[in-house]
């Protein structure tokens, strides 16, 4: 008997068609419902055989599928959506996500990527932007409802938030290009959105990029496009995301990843709004709006060698600066509540409370991570709760680089620790929650037990080694 997300919709006015493609009963369900709620028609299946069959007999205008399932993997997928020529844009949603994978699922035409456990926000984006790169390669499908960009939440009304939200509202209505700095999780996405929302191109696309992981070629032609036969495997040609964007704005995420010799081209599109696609003599005009961020010190990267500085100089024209959030101490009550509330409804149970101590350990950190730290910290806590007031004790140990000298030296996590061991020693904190429960700590982490049981034999642990053995 099939699960109630994966029964077909009713025909209704939505912004699209999307098919979900999730082994995971848990996950599949999670992203269907956050669709759903921003207007998509939703179809699940739990394979790709599933979905292939689906795909024969109804359109989508795009496909959101894991990569990681039994029998037929999401690159093989995505493979057979090629192959076949289904006109459905691709978004891969991936707990294992690699350079290499994004650029082998993208040259298959994958249009972007996601990680899990995902962010709503990216995915809503990342749909909509894939739905609408589908309208452009094939016309026909533009019939589809779009809706203009909202106008996103920018929570706290501490003085630094105040000044920032009076520059967006000054920049915001202008055409000019905006160049958005800040350390990593301070929001600057988030403030991206919230210029092109305040702009006379809200209700034309905000199409981003996310340029640390694309190699130089491959950046080249998600950028400007390419044509069939450009390079190997360029079967089909590609538009490419400054004529995804055209009549908006793009968003290039970390701009200073991108290659030296690719910053010259760029620096043509600024100043002439042209370029040619890849294996194209043919020039494009168009009229987007350039919105860029960076975490680093761009005249440090000048002096390096590594940014050209004839293109820093056309970025920021109107440069905008994202403060850390220790430095705005006095929104983190307001963002705690906020972040609380959003898992709440994910999870679909009330608010998990905080207490004063917890509150205090929380207004005293000193954030290294910023906002995506404690919004991270907040969803740890919302999903490990059982009902009870939320304490210091439990927040302590995930906090990185904190100060209590009764801390576990195991539990601390050092600044620039990589994905791969926040993950690791996330699954070993919710393990030890749940007291070696496999079962409860995979439904908690929303991953299936076989790939709990897949990343722990990873981490060198018997079947029946430590705590980590118990029955589940």
């Known amino acids: 008997m099939k699960n109630v997300a994966d029964k077909p919709n009713a025909p209704s006015s939505s912004r699209g068609r999307v098919l979900v493609v999730d082994d995971h009963r848990q996950a599949r369900e999670s992203m269907a419902d956050v669709l759903r709620q921003s207007g998509y028609q939703v179809d699940c299946r739990s394979s790709a055989h599933e979905a292939l069959n689906v795909l024969q007999q109804q359109d989508y205008d795009c496909v959101v599928t894991d990569l990681q399932m039994p029998g037929m993997s999401g690159l093989e997928f995505i493979i057979q959506i090629e192959q076949r020529r289904y006109s459905s844009q691709v978004v891969m949603v991936t707990a294992h996500a690699t350079v290499s994978s994004a650029v082998q699922a993208m040259r298959h035409g994958a249009f972007d990527y996601i990680e899990k456990p995902f962010d709503v926000d990216q995915l809503e984006r990342l749909v909509g932007e894939a739905i609408r790169h589908g309208q452009l390669v094939n016309p026909s499908r533009g019939e589809t409802n779009t809706k203009p960009e909202i106008s996103p939440v920018m929570v706290g009304s501490s003085a630094a938030m105040h000044t920032l939200r009076q520059r967006i509202a000054q920049v915001g209505p202008t055409p000019e290009t905006v160049l958005i700095t800040g350390e990593s999780g301070t929001g600057k996405e988030l403030v991206a959105r919230a210029v092109h929302a305040a702009s006379d191109r809200c209700q034309a696309p905000l199409v981003s990029l996310n340029c640390p992981v694309l190699s130089a070629q491959l950046m080249e032609s998600e950028l400007f496009g390419h044509e069939r036969g450009a390079f190997t495997g360029a079967e089909a040609s590609r538009t490419g995301r400054f004529e995804m964007a055209d009549g908006g704005s793009i968003l290039l995420d970390e701009v200073t990843e991108i290659d030296l010799n690719l910053q010259a081209k760029l620096l043509r599109v600024l100043q002439e709004k042209s370029f040619e696609r890849v294996g194209s003599s043919r020039t494009v005009h168009v009229d987007v709006r350039v919105l860029a961020t960076t975490n680093r010190d761009l005249t440090e990267e000048i002096d390096a060698g590594n940014f050209r500085q004839d293109l820093y100089y056309r970025l920021a ?100 620790l990589s994905l791969q061991e926040m993950e690791r020693r996330l699954i070993e904190a919710t393990l030890e929650q749940f007291g070696g429960h496999r079962a409860k700590t995979a439904e908690a982490l929303g991953i299936g037990v076989r790939t709990l049981s897949g990343k722990l034999r990873q981490y060198g642990y018997a079947p029946r080694e430590k705590s980590f053995a118990k029955a589940g």
């Open 317 to 416: 024209v109107l440069p905008l600066w994202v403060p850390p959030l220790r430095e705005r101490r006095d929104d983190i009550p307001d963002l705690v509540e906020h972040f609380f509330r959003r898992s709440a409804t994910r999870l679909g149970r009330d608010p998990a409370s905080v207490d004063v101590s917890a509150m205090d350990l929380l207004m005293h950190h000193d954030w290294p991570g910023n906002v995506r730290e404690l919004e991270n910290i907040v969803t740890r806590a919302s999903v490990l709760n059982n009902g009870q007031t939320v304490t210091a004790d439990e927040l302590r140990r995930w906090l990185i680089g904190t100060a209590d000298s009764d801390l576990d030296a195991d539990a601390r996590i050092p600044v620039g």
